[in-house]
């Protein structure tokens, strides 16, 4: 595994400040709702101790301005076929961490069955961040996760780091779907220093603005998107950098996907400095024919969601030879800049679609 060092680049404006408690530190070690929506009420300080959810319930924590929210020891959910989510976090000025002992475990594997959402088992969404404003996320330690871990959804100002996720036991006991970070209708998000071992996506920005991605290894799953973008609610991902990343044996690297027959945007993205380590099948795919249904290609783009302002630089590394190294089927696609790309491995080529002219492309 390698990491890179960055300097400088805040994201945005994020000016985050974690206020210091001024009501009792509380510990919560045994399931109780009425005593836990007291203790949410009253504290500032809570440590979450060795807790072991029900079945079939949302750990629903909607926290005081300023609250430290500290995960000790093994938290676990029982087993239930539902949608979730398991754990549910609502607040502003937050700080959420993990004491050095910590492991955050869903047990997902009980609900695995190869088949992620797409039939067998109803499984539940992990981790929902909703509405969380100038709130910090770091060092935590999530097991085996159902189905997607953590989504960040209808927040401004969110910084996650030192966030692993391990859901390589999906690799051999039927994962699926185990998205590690999503992204959705959130401003100035920042997620740095972040380990995924899972089977789909390692990050997806599906639609928000001003997010930045540094520092992150992905093994497994299918690589680091951009999207599904369209078919939503909200459907804009604007002011996107990625920078600095590691992607191994994952079935892709550098995605961008909008949905066919959509509309929407994808404008002023950037990836540089990602290094590829034998993926399976595409080194870098932009498609703009993703059917947001199926989870699969319609083989044909639409220009509902168009490309704009697209910047790739320094992408190397290797693909398997069944794979192929650089695909793209796009329409309305414009000003693209990539440079030093060396992607290479890939013995499959496909025919590409929609490059915008002077752009510095080649797909052979």
Known sequence: MRFFTVLGLPILGILVTIQPSIAATCTVSKYDEDNIKNIVSECKDITLDNLDVPAGVTLNLNLNPGTKLT?????????????????????EQLE??????HVIDPKGNIWWDGKGEHGGTVKPVFFVLHGLKDSVIHDLKIKNTP?????IEHSDGVIASDVYIDSKDGDTMGGHNT????????????????????????????SGTNVLVRDVYCYG???????????????IVENVLVSNVEIE????????????GATG??????????????????????????NIDTGSPTGVATDGVPIKDFTLRNVTGTVKESGVNIYVLVKSASDWHWSDIDVTGGEQTKECEGIPEDSGISCE
């Open 147 to 151: 189905y997607h871990a953590i989504w």
């Open 249 to 260: 044996n994952s079935d892709n690297g550098v995605r961008i996907k909008t949905v066919y």
């Open 96 to 101: 959420i961490t993990g004491a050095p002992d």
């Open 265 to 290: 945007s994808v404008t002023n993205v950037t990836y540089e400095d990602i290094f590829l380590v034998g993926i399976n099948n595409y080194g870098i795919i932009i498609e703009g024919d993703y």
């Open 221 to 235: 799953g299918h690589g680091l998107s951009i999207g599904s973008v369209g078919g939503r609610d909200y459907n």
């Open 179 to 206: 998205d590690g970070f999503n992204v959705w209708t959130s401003n100035n998000v920042t997620l740095e220093r972040i380990t995924v071992f899972n089977q789909d996506d390692c990050i997806a920005i599906k």
């Open 71 to 91: 995960f000790q020891g093994t938290i676990t959910w029982g087993y239930q076929e539902w949608n979730g989510p398991l754990l549910n976090i609502t607040g």
